[in-house]
Nanobody, 125 residues
C-alpha cells in the first residue's frame, strides 16, 4: 500500500527555517515524482515544488523559489522540503504527494494520485 506521511510542522518565527520530511512507503521513487503543496486558510491548495522520478529535475513556484529546496534520500525513503526565510504568508498546511508523471513547472493537484495527511506550518512572532 502506497503511503506518504509528512512531519516537521510547527510554529516558526518570521525569517526562520523549517524542514519538512515526507516519509514514503509502498513504492520506489524510480517511478514517481514527488510534489509539495500547501493550503492556506480560505485558499485553494497550490503546488509549490516537485522533484522528478530520477531526482534530476526540480521545479519551484515563484513565491518560494530561492527560499525552498526539495531533495530526496532514497536510502531513508524520504523527501524533504527545506524552507528558509519564512514569512507569515507561508503559513499553511503542507502536503506531499506522489505522481506517476513528470515533474513540470506547472505543479497541479490533478497530476498527483497519492497524498499525505498534511502538516501545519505557522509563521508568526
Amino acid at each position: 500500500q502506497l503511503q506518504l506521511v509528512e512531519s516537521g510542522g510547527g510554529l516558526v518565527q518570521p525569517g526562520g527555517p523549517l524542514s519538512l520530511p515526507c516519509a514514503y512507503s509502498g513504492f520506489t521513487l524510480d517511478y514517481y515524482a514527488i510534489g509539495w503543496f500547501r493550503q492556506a486558510p480560505g485558499q485553494e491548495r497550490e503546488g509549490i515544488s516537485c522533484i522528478s522520478r530520477n531526482g534530476g529535475r526540480t521545479n519551484y513556484q515563484n513565491s518560494v523559489k530561492g527560499r525552498f529546496t526539495i531533495s530526496r534520500d532514497s536510502a531513508k525513503n524520504a523527501v524533504y522540503l527545506q524552507m528558509n526565510s519564512l514569512t507569515p504568508e507561508d503559513t499553511a498546511v503542507y502536503y506531499c504527494a506522489a505522481a506517476s508523471a513528470y515533474c513540470i513547472s506547472n505543479i497541479v493537484q490533478r497530476t498527483y494520485t497519492y497524498w499525505g495527511q498534511g502538516t501545519q506550518v505557522t509563521v508568526s512572532s
